[in-house]
């Protein structure tokens, strides 16, 4: 039995899980697939999981899991590894995933692989694909040693087609399980958003963005100029906001906005596969980018390798033309 | 406070993957080094605690020879001593056993705070940190963005996705994984890589007997799964050429 541990946050489902559930159907082969949702109350979520794909949905329901801590959420799932003996555990590799997953498999000694892209073979046999090196090369790898494997898939990997929701929700289970309160030692308070944003890039019908080829904030004034000239918005990857050249909420990637615009033009962004994953459903991508190897190249449609100095400007003159 | 930061040695950002002859590994002969760049982050937050708090910085790194170099660039960046648990397979090795490596040698060390990066540029498992922090017993969080300490009472922020964070209070010790971004970057003056000489970097055996969590198959340069248009010429020849590709083909002008 594979079993999916669903991502919920007040009773809404995390996409991520349903693209998740993509992957645990190619992988299952002929496995049943059960689905976990945990939290302090999570709502209607487990009745969008459909008796056509999932055998039964678990829940638990503990206020000790909202807010999430990594030690309640490893106590949960050890009990519910221990009881429904899955040989495979599906999650999605998000940010809380990536917080207990790990603390999970070393306590119950299985291996994890994170952040696959696609599989090959099905069931206990199955091996996945991974990036590694930023994405420079792609791993096949193969997990050693004790079931349950505990594997991650990364967002966006795994493509959710919008089906009718026309068969019935699969059965649920409410299962009790004691938290012991003195192991939890975090005290999370509310999360937070720190600047109201002022731009909303996911709606924006073009983009320009910006990486480390600019070298320096002073030269952003011909990103501005080009974006001007295309009418687009002016976005960026993570180290130009760290560097404080651009505020945060212009960033794009896995820690920043997930966008899919008309146009992405990536200037000297060499395509991290954090940033790949917010950019890579935009329509049409233009990379232009002095390293002919950068991973940015993969996704685009257009590629220009040359300096992003000389290249722009000679943009910004043809389309003043008009 | 004592205070430890785990540091890896990766390829620079730079480099072009070539892949070893078995292609399960590359080709490490011609490739060139850098410290993991989430990694020079905990470390810069370790040097900023150590002169709020006092104490000292111990950098541990688990692999090769050749990581001596990334520890002693450590070294001459402020830290106080480094740990090398050196061994061959290290450079290749998965997150649990480079975190069994470290363990072993970190256990009887007893620190008060385990800073790491949150993933490394090479393998990227983002796994190594949290699977410490439970090998030393000990609490952690991850993806975090500003430390807080004050007597034992450690009060840190937490990126969640989409723009969110989050305080989390808990008491030392505590292992946390650090982002990229959380602070300004200090190089080595002259006078701090003439210092680095003099420190000292332990080095500590392998235990033996630690298993491979998952092998590495095969290594390959992804299959592209878009047809790229490469557009080629002088700049002003491209910019048209592009210009006209985007009206006329695309139509997103």
């Not at chain 1, 829940?59 to 899991?65: G, H, M």
């Not at chain 1, 090369?137 to 050693?144: G, I």
């Not at chain 1, 909303?200 to 011909?222: C, F, P, Y």
């Not at chain 2, 292992?175 to 701090?192: D, E, F, V």
Request: net charge negative.
């Amino acid at each position: 039995m594979i079993l999916v541990v669903a991502e919920q946050k007040n009773g809404k489902l995390n996409r991520a899980t349903l693209e998740t559930l993509v992957a645990t159907k190619q992988l299952s082969g002929d496995m049943p697939v059960k689905v976990l949702v945990l939290g302090g109350s999570v709502g209607d979520v487990p009745s969008e999981f459909m008796a056509s794909q999932v055998q039964e949905v678990l829940i638990v329901e503990d206020k000790l899991l909202d807010p999430y801590t990594s030690e309640a959420f490893v106590a949960v799932l050890q009990e519910i590894i221990e009881t429904e003996k899955p040989s495979i555990v599906a999650l999605s590799h998000t940010y809380q995933t990536r917080d207990f997953a790990p603390m999970l498999a070393a306590r119950i000694r299985s291996p994890l692989i994170t952040d696959i892209t696609a599989l090959k073979g099905t069931g206990n046999s199955a091996t996945y694909m991974r990036p590694m090196f930023q994405g420079k090369l792609v791993a096949e790898v193969s997990p050693q040693g004790e079931k349950p494997y505990l594997v991650s898939f990364q967002i966006g990997a795994f493509r959710v087609n919008e089906t009718a929701n026309d068969s019935t929700p699969a059965p649920s289970r409410k299962v009790n399980i004691e938290i012991n309160k003195a192991s939890i030692s975090m005290k999370p308070e509310q999360p937070f958003q720190e600047a109201k944003q002022a731009v909303d890039l996911t709606q924006a019908e073009r983009i320009v963005a910006v990486g480390r080829g600019i070298k320096s904030e002073e030269n952003l004034g011909i990103v501005e100029n080009l974006a001007k000239v295309v009418g687009a918005q002016v976005a960026a990857s993570r180290p130009i906001c760290d560097s404080g050249w651009l505020p945060m909420e212009r960033q794009i990637g896995s820690s920043g906005q997930t966008v899919g615009p008309k146009l992405y033009v990536a200037l000297g962004i060499s395509g991290a596969i954090q940033h790949l994953v917010g950019m890579k459903g935009s329509r049409t991508i233009v990379a232009i980018n002095k390293d002919p190897d950068a991973p940015i190249f993969e996704v685009a449609d257009y590629g220009i390798v040359g300096d992003l100095f000389d290249i722009v400007p000679a943009l910004v003159t043809e389309l003043e033309k008009d | 406070m004592k205070i430890a930061v785990c540091i890896k040695q990766v390829p620079t950002r730079e480099w072009q993957p070539r892949l070893a002859e078995d292609k399960k590994w590359i080709q490490e002969q011609d490739v060139s080094y850098e410290m993991n760049e989430p990694d020079a982050y905990a470390l810069e937050e370790a040097l900023r605690l150590r002169e709020k708090h006092g104490g000292e910085v111990v950098v541990c790194s688990a692999g090769p020879s050749r990581v001596a170099k990334v520890l002693r660039e450590a070294l001459a960046r402020g830290a106080d001593r480094g740990l090398h648990i050196e061994a061959d397979r290290l450079g290749s090795a998965d997150a649990f056993v480079v975190a069994d490596a470290l363990a072993a040698a970190m256990k009887e060390e007893s620190f008060d705070l385990v800073l790491t990066g949150l993933q490394s540029d090479d393998q990227g498992h983002a796994q190594m940190g949290v699977i410490l922090a439970e090998k030393l017993s000990i609490p952690h969080s991850t993806i975090i963005m500003e430390v807080q300490i004050k007597d034992r009472e450690l009060r840190i922020k937490r990126e969640l996705e989409g723009g969110w964070f989050q305080w989390i209070s808990t008491d030392l010790p505590a292992l946390l994984t650090i982002q990229s971004g959380i602070n300004q970057l200090r190089y080595a003056t002259l006078k701090g890589i003439m210092a680095a000489k003099k420190k000292e970097i332990k080095k500590v055996p392998l235990p033996e007997g630690l298993q491979d969590s998952q092998v590495i198959l095969s290594l390959a340069v992804p299959v592209k799964s878009k047809k790229t248009r490469m557009i080629e010429g002088a700049p002003d020849k491209a910019a048209e050429e592009l210009v006209r590709c985007l009206k006329e083909e695309a139509r997103v002008l």
